[in-house]
């Protein structure tokens, strides 16, 4: 089946600093990934939908120059937190589209960034 | 707001019990899925049920939906432990043959106990 690689699993710094979070679809291309945030015990909200070359397609209320997302690959998508604060901790996943099961999602295992 | 909310929002049986968990949307929808979500994790789909679909089975697991009353019911039979998760139901109203957009409902948070 379609395996989707999320790095790192967790991560923790400071004020200020930038964050990468990598998606991979590891034996699939992958034109379409998708972004989320979930936090405690809610569901999952849409952050944005990444396409291969070309830029990606943001929800309304997510800020764009906040949460970079880079698709530069048929394999690979990254979010990167910029100037990360205390408020942006939380649990970050990306999701995948297969072709030939268009209709479902594959899931990364998600990242738990924590804010000094 | 979610276009999908799932009743109850938590849920504790013991083990060999049956699981019953719903989902209401809002919208028309060209299909609906259930996820589920170990602590901590990613998602794993488990079943998908087309409009024109009213009822569907895999393993232990049944699906029901009803598009005029826009609600979907997940029945998890003979539960084990290790079904403890959380898990999601999701409606894609976009094009056929595309996961565009998925929405995610609230999730029912399942407790199995030996």
């Known amino acids: 089946g379609a395996v989707v690689s999320q790095h790192p699993s967790w991560v923790i710094c400071k004020s200020g600093t930038s964050v990468k979070i990598e998606c991979r679809s590891l034996?699939?291309?992958?034109?379409?990934m998708f972004w989320y945030r979930q936090f405690p015990k809610q569901s999952l909200m849409l952050m944005a939908t990444?396409?291969?070359?070309?830029?990606?397609?943001?929800e309304q209320g997510v800020e764009k120059d906040k949460f970079l997302i880079n698709h530069a690959s048929l394999t690979l998508s990254t979010l990167t937190v910029t100037s990360a604060h205390p408020e942006d901790s939380s649990f970050y996943i990306c999701?995948?589209?297969?072709?030939?099961?268009?209709?479902?999602?594959?899931f990364g295992s998600g990242t738990q960034l924590s804010v000094l | 707001s979610q276009q999908g909310e799932e009743d109850p929002q938590a849920l504790s049986i013991q083990e060999g019990e049956n699981a019953t968990m719903n989902c209401s949307y809002k919208?028309?929808?060209?299909?609906l899925q259930w996820y589920r979500q170990n602590s901590g994790r990613g998602l794993v789909h488990l079943i998908l049920?087309?409009?024109?679909?009213r009822e569907k089975h895999s393993g232990r697991l049944r699906v029901t939906l009803d598009t005029s009353k826009k609600s979907s019911s997940l029945l998890i039979t003979a539960s084990r432990a290790a079904d403890t998760a959380s898990y999601f139901c999701?409606?894609?109203?976009?094009?056929?043959?595309?996961?565009?957009?998925?929405?995610f409902g609230t999730g029912t948070r399942l407790q199995v106990t030996l």
């Open positions: 990444s396409n291969e070359g070309s830029k990606a397609t943001y």
């Open positions: 999701s995948a589209e297969y072709m030939g099961q268009n209709e479902k999602l594959f």
């Open positions: 919208t028309s929808i060209n299909n």
């Open positions: 049920i087309r409009s024109n679909e």
């Open positions: 999701a409606t894609d109203a976009g094009f056929t043959g595309t996961a565009s957009k998925l929405t």
């Open positions: 034996d699939f291309q992958a034109t379409t």
